[in-house]
Every structure is written in C-alpha cells, then in structure tokens.
C-alpha cells in the first residue's frame, strides 16, 4: 500500500497503513510503537542523542525503483568506440555525449562510462568515494550464460520481465519458489538481537507494505514521509466540528460491547487514533529536525528526511540495528521516456545526496548505508520514444562504508544479440540479487555461516561478498 499526501484515510486503511503486515499478535505493539516514537521524536530532543549512536550501530536503507529503470542510461559507454555503438543502438533514447558526466573509477575493464546529465550531486559522490556502481545485477536461480539460456538447461527466475512478479523475486532473492518472506525481512529476524529494545521494530517503511521486510518475527512498520498515518476528519479541538466529531466516535469506541471482537476492535481504533494525533504533535512539526541539510521537496527526498530522523532516534530507542524502505514509482517508461526519466534520475540524485549529508551531520556516515533496488533493467534498443521490460540492470550504492569511486561486477557487452543479450538488450545478469544481498548482509553484522538464512540460494553463486563495502 502506498500513501498519498493530502489523500484522506478510511478507517480500513489507516488502521493497515499503521500496522503494514502486522500480525494478529504484533498489532497492538505496533500500536504501542507509535506512542513511543512519538515520545522520542519530540522537538529540541533529538540533536544531543543523535551524537550519542553506538558505534556498533548500523542501518539499511533499500530504496526501490518501481517499474524498471532503464540503466542503459544511467550508466553509458563513453569512450569512441563505445558511445558509437550506443548511439547507433538505442535510437530515440540516445543522449549526446556532450552533456554526460564522466566518472573515473579506480578500476577499469578498458572502457570508460559517464552518468545521466542528471546526476551531478552522485558524480560528486562517487568522486569522493562515498558511492559506488554495482553493474549488471539481477534475478537469477543459478550462474546463467546465453548459451544455457538458449538452450533452458538451467532453472530461470519465474516470470521474467513480469513487474509484480520480479518486484517479489527481487526482494525475497528466492526465485525460483513461492514467496513467503523478504530477504529484508529475514536479515531483521536474524540481526534484531542486537537490539535493546524489541517492543521498536527495527524495520520501518516509508513507502506501505512491501515484500523485502516481510520477515517471521519481525514486523514491518509503516510511517509516512510527513508523519503518522491520520485518520481524516479527526482533530483534538474542543469547539469544531471535527473535534466533536471526534470526541463522539471516541465514545462510541469507548463503549461496553457484549462481543469480544467489538470491544477488541473498539480499543485498537481508539488507540490507534489516539496515538497517531501524538505522533502527529511530534513528527509533523519541522521544529524537530536534528540536521540543517536540505532534503528535496519531492517524494523520494521527504520520504529520506523522515528516514534520517528515525535514525537520530535510534539511540533513544535502543536500536542498534535498522533496516528501511523508500520507494520512487513512475520508471515504467514505455513511452516518451527521455524527460521523464531525466527528472526521475535527477530526483535520486538529488535526494541521495541530501540523505548521505544528513548521515554525517548525525555522525553516522559509515553506518549507514543506501542502495537501490528494481523490477529489471529495460531493453537496450528502443520501441519508438521509450523502452520495454528487460533484465540485469545497474545499480547504485552510498554511504560512508562504501568502498566508492569504482564499479563492481561486470559491466556486460553491450550488443544487441551479443554473448549477454537474450534478444533487444535483455542483459543476462552477471552478478545475482543474491550476491549483492549477501554483501549487504555481511557489511550488516551476519556471519559467513548464517548467510544462507538471509540469501537460502547463495551457496549456488561464487561471490558471496563483492567487496563494495569495508
């Protein structure tokens, strides 16, 4: 579920976005999370206990692309031969290599690349090491070449090149079977012990209910990028109309009921009512942000300010160990894909930028770290103005533990109907969602031994730890 700011809430819905795959047992905890929250986010509190992280403290933050992002052009070739042969492949998606952002990594595999003109804020991060380039990551069940894919003698993710079902694969790393958790998920039932206080889940989303923290014991919870979640129409005034409004539907809450469920219900609304206005009281006010940087005012860079706060509470809370979901929709570009995915490109930009200063104003740069997740790559050549679903797709990484200013993995060749190619630039993934995850997993305090807990299927991959991360 997602959220829409200004949207009012029915009933339903608000009592399912505060508690975003909570179950029967953990629905009245997430109701008592609130409470807290609230209490620790309170304005002017904040900074002095930002200071105070441990210094074991880590967090996760997965930012999810949703719809595919062509990373074609993200990522482009951009020495002679290279752009030449990009240019005369993608068409109508071409851009000039006048305004491309060239980047220097440490390493090179002999061809030279350059960023979406978009992005300067991450070719700064990347130039001063904060941020790295996992390339050519995706779903898959074993190592897979053309030739295996041609001729299907190995097992391959179920319904490649379907949204809804490479969104799950990719956050469950399990795809080859039914989905029952997320990879996220698990890394928090398997880490939550470091934490002090677990009536906190450590897993908190700012986009609703996802795959990727679906977790045993560990729910996810769910926080909107401007606060609570608020039922509409409700307000604490004693003389409006809302107000009244309110006061009588607490009543009605309130009341003895002869059923168990009713009076059950009637607490757990009336609670999570009541909660929300005092989280609202807290977290809706700017008064109490603990850092000057600025965040975009876009949906990505609000949704990563709100994560940024939530970190700085970390201490008050007792959590060691964090795991967040942000999401940014609208990559699904089939058609007139070149302004939108310039504006999309610049948006996470911009907002990671944003993001990775707020951590080092908190004193928290290296324990933190933020990557990117997404359905698929798209299709090398174009069908007009736009691109359709593809397959391995690059991605991003940043933080101050990130061994940055280099890409990691296999940047693959780049022709149509080439070694990697399964038709129109339908990359075949060189590194698995599972080895980038076990990086991830590693870096967050899982040990070699219990890496098949969080990534069942990494034992088929020879990289369990790709070494972007110190």
């Known amino acids: 579920m997602s959220f829409t700011p200004g949207q009012p809430l029915s009933r339903r819905k608000f009592l399912g976005s505060c508690c975003a795959a909570v179950g029967t047992t953990g ?8 409470r807290l929250i609230g209490a620790i986010a309170s304005p002017g509190a904040s900074a002095t206990r930002a200071t ?9 933050v997965c930012l999810f692309l949703q719809g595919g992002n062509d990373a074609n052009n993200l990522l482009i070739p951009n020495d002679t031969a290279g752009y030449a042969s990009y240019a005369a492949a993608r068409g109508a998606l071409v851009l000039p290599q006048t305004g491309l952002l060239p980047l220097s990594p440490r390493t090179s595999d002999g061809r030279a690349f350059a960023l979406h003109p978009s992005m300067p804020e991450f070719q700064n991060l990347f130039a001063g090491g904060q941020a790295a380039v996992l390339a050519n990551v995706g779903t898959l069940v074993v190592p897979t070449t053309k030739a295996q894919y ?4 190995v097992p391959l993710p179920n319904q490649l090149f379907s949204h809804s079902d490479q969104q799950v694969e990719w956050q469950s790393s399990l795809p080859d079977r039914p989905f029952t958790t997320g990879w996220g998920g698990r890394l928090a039932d398997l880490t939550n012990a470091f934490n002090e206080n677990n009536t906190i889940s450590m897993s908190i989303s700012l986009a609703g209910q996802n795959s990727f923290q679906v977790g045993q014991s560990v729910a996810q919870f769910s926080v909107k990028s401007t606060g609570p979640v608020a039922l509409s129409g409700s307000s604490q005034s004693n003389s409006s109309l809302a107000g009244i409004r309110t006061r009588a539907q607490s009543d009605l809450l309130a009341a003895s009921q002869s059923h168990l469920l009713d009076t059950a219900f009637g607490t757990v609304t009336r609670d999570a009512i009541s ?16 850092f000057s940087t600025v965040f975009p005012d876009s949906s990505l860079g609000q ?3 709100m994560i940024a706060r939530l970190i700085a509470s970390a201490p008050a809370l007792g959590l060691k160990r964090q795991v967040f979901f942000a999401a940014l929709g609208g990559w699904d570009l089939h058609d007139s894909q070149l302004v939108a995915h310039s504006t999309l ?6 907002s990671l930028q944003a993001f990775y200063a707020a951590t080092v104003e908190l004193g928290v740069a290296s324990q933190v770290t933020t990557f990117t997740a997404s359905d698929f790559g798209r299709t090398y050549n174009t069908n007009g103005d736009g691109s359709d679903h593809g397959w391995g797709s690059h991605h991003l990484v940043v933080g101050g533990a990130v061994q940055g200013r280099d890409i990691f993995g296999h940047v693959p060749d780049l022709t149509i109907n080439g070694p990697n190619d399964t ?10 969602v599972d080895e ?11 040990s070699p031994t219990d890496l098949p807990i969080v990534l069942p299927n990494i034992g088929r991959f020879a990289q369990p730890n790709l070494g972007f991360l110190g």
């Open 27 to 34: 629905l009245l905890s997430a109701l008592a999370q609130l």
């Open 52 to 60: 105070a992280a441990a210094s074991d403290y880590k967090a996760l």
């Open 150 to 153: 041609t001729a299907k003698s």
């Open 275 to 290: 909660d929300s206005a005092l989280l609202a009281e807290y977290v809706g006010s700017t008064a109490g942000i603990p």
């Open 303 to 305: 949704q990563l300010q």
């Open 345 to 350: 490109l610049g948006d996470v930009s911009a």
């Open 423 to 432: 038709g129109r630039g339908r990359w075949i993934p060189t590194t698995s």
């Open 436 to 446: 980038y995850a076990a990086t991830l997993a590693t870096w967050f305090g899982v």
